[in-house]
Structures are given as structure tokens and as C-alpha cells.
């Protein structure tokens, strides 16, 4: 069967496409969170971005964190998800699109200075043009 008449039956089964929305536009919105060449540092071939969501509670420290709370510095967070992540790859003993992992972490709420374990969700999935690519995630995030 053709490209071009499997596209036709897919179109015929479920219809055109209504609306379409990348990974490179959500990135470019801030929903998700390109960590830069830190991953690829860890030793991650595959580009990864991490959801705002997961930013928010697991990297995002500003000056002003430190001052309320203890010391942290936002690379130093990124690099202990990152590589948090890239150990749970290396050490996953089955074939599989997705695994959680597990970091501490100090809370951003403005008290904390004591670290509380963090899980995270990994997922391996086609990017833009159909090439593997890694999202971090909440648990409860999809």
C-alpha cells in the first residue's frame, strides 16, 4: 500500500486534521522546558525537555529562594534531575517508553531547607518529525 493512499484512508476514517501543535511550539510557549546542553553532558543522546510543571517543582530557584531558604542554585537543580534521569535510563533492566525516577529535592515554598524525595516521569516519544525524544514530567502530568 502506498504513503499516499494510507494517508487517504486515514483521512477517510478519521477525518482532516482540525488543529496540529509541536513540541517546538510548546516549547516556544514555555510549556515545556528545553534544559540545553546538560543533558547531553549526562550522557542523554535524544533531546529532552522538561514540563513547566516539572521546572516549577523540581529546578526553578531564584536568588531570592536562597535567601528564604537555604542555598540552591538552579543549574545545580537541573543537573540532579538531569542526571537522575540519565541513571534511571542506564540502569532500566526492561525495554520500555516510559519510567519514573526519583530525586531529592529542597521544596520551593518558601521554608523548607531540608531536601524530601521527588518522582519524576520519563517518556521516550516522537518529536516533531518522528525522531525519539525524551519529556520529563510530573507523575500526574501526561
Known sequence: MSN?????SVEYFFGNVISTYTR?????????IDPGDMAKEAGIV?????TAGAWADCVAWTDEDSEQQV???QSGRL???????SHAIRTCKRQTNALSFQL??????????ESVLST??????????GEPVITML?????
Do not use: C, F
Not at 24 to 32: F, S, T
Not at 79 to 85: E, G, N, P
Not at 120 to 129: M, N, Q, S, T, Y
Open 138 to 142: 510530573l507523575p500526574h502530568e501526561d
Open 4 to 8: 499516499t493512499s494510507n494517508e487517504q
Open 24 to 32: 517546538a511550539q510548546a516549547i516556544e510557549d514555555g510549556v515545556l
Open 104 to 113: 531529592y529535592r529542597v521544596p520551593r515554598d518558601g521554608k523548607s531547607t
Open 120 to 129: 519524576l516521569k520519563l517518556i521516550v516519544g516522537p518529536g516533531d518529525a
Open 46 to 50: 535524544w533531546p529532552v525537555a522538561l
Open 71 to 73: 542555598y540552591q542554585d
Open 79 to 85: 543537573w540532579d534531575v538531569i542526571y537522575m534521569a
